[in-house]
Protein backbone atom coordinates (compact mmCIF):
# COMPACT_ATOMS: atom_id res chain seq x y z
CA UNK A 1 0.00 0.00 0.00
CA UNK A 2 2.81 2.31 1.04
CA UNK A 3 4.48 2.08 -2.23
CA UNK A 4 1.08 2.22 -4.01
CA UNK A 5 1.00 5.66 -2.17
CA UNK A 6 4.46 7.10 -3.61
CA UNK A 7 3.14 6.54 -7.11
CA UNK A 8 0.09 8.51 -6.80
CA UNK A 9 1.76 11.21 -4.87
CA UNK A 10 5.02 11.10 -7.41
CA UNK A 11 2.45 11.24 -10.77
CA UNK A 12 0.12 13.49 -8.98
CA UNK A 13 -3.20 11.24 -9.52
CA UNK A 14 -5.58 12.53 -7.04
CA UNK A 15 -8.40 10.28 -8.13
CA UNK A 16 -6.25 7.36 -7.38
CA UNK A 17 -5.02 8.87 -4.03
CA UNK A 18 -8.94 9.16 -3.01
CA UNK A 19 -9.89 5.20 -4.16
CA UNK A 20 -6.80 4.12 -2.01
CA UNK A 21 -7.77 6.35 1.60
CA UNK A 22 -11.28 4.98 1.07
CA UNK A 23 -9.46 1.27 0.71
CA UNK A 24 -7.62 2.17 3.61
CA UNK A 25 -10.91 3.10 5.79
CA UNK A 26 -13.15 0.44 4.36
CA UNK A 27 -9.63 -1.73 6.18
CA UNK A 28 -9.28 0.05 9.41
CA UNK A 29 -9.59 -1.85 12.53
CA UNK A 30 -10.63 1.15 14.61
CA UNK A 31 -12.90 4.15 14.39
CA UNK A 32 -9.14 5.85 15.87
CA UNK A 33 -8.03 4.82 12.43
CA UNK A 34 -10.62 5.93 10.37
CA UNK A 35 -10.09 9.52 12.15
CA UNK A 36 -6.70 9.24 11.29
CA UNK A 37 -7.10 8.21 7.39
CA UNK A 38 -9.56 10.84 7.20
CA UNK A 39 -7.02 13.31 9.11
CA UNK A 40 -4.55 12.53 6.32
CA UNK A 41 -6.99 12.57 3.40
CA UNK A 42 -7.97 15.87 4.10
CA UNK A 43 -4.38 17.27 5.00
CA UNK A 44 -3.34 15.60 1.65
CA UNK A 45 -6.68 17.16 -0.60
CA UNK A 46 -6.03 20.45 1.02
CA UNK A 47 -2.21 20.76 0.36
CA UNK A 48 -2.67 18.86 -3.35
CA UNK A 49 -1.60 22.02 -5.24
CA UNK A 50 2.27 22.18 -3.10
CA UNK A 51 2.35 18.63 -2.99
CA UNK A 52 2.14 17.92 -7.03
CA UNK A 53 4.24 21.58 -8.16
CA UNK A 54 7.10 19.39 -6.88
CA UNK A 55 6.46 16.76 -9.43
CA UNK A 56 7.27 19.99 -12.19
CA UNK A 57 10.82 19.89 -13.89
CA UNK A 58 11.48 23.84 -12.94
CA UNK A 59 10.61 23.13 -9.33
CA UNK A 60 13.68 21.43 -8.49
CA UNK A 61 11.50 18.85 -6.56
CA UNK A 62 11.98 21.30 -3.18
CA UNK A 63 9.25 21.37 -0.51
CA UNK A 64 7.30 24.73 -1.14
CA UNK A 65 8.60 26.43 1.58
CA UNK A 66 12.25 25.64 0.28
CA UNK A 67 14.76 24.72 2.42
CA UNK A 68 16.23 26.36 5.52
Same mark, same amino acid.
Given at each position: ???? @?????????? /?T??? =? #??????????????? @?????????? /????? =? #????????G????????
Amino acid at each position: MISR @MKGVLNTSDL /NTFKK =I #TTEMAKCASSERERK @MIADFRRYIT /NNWGS =I #TIRNEEDCGSLSPKGSY
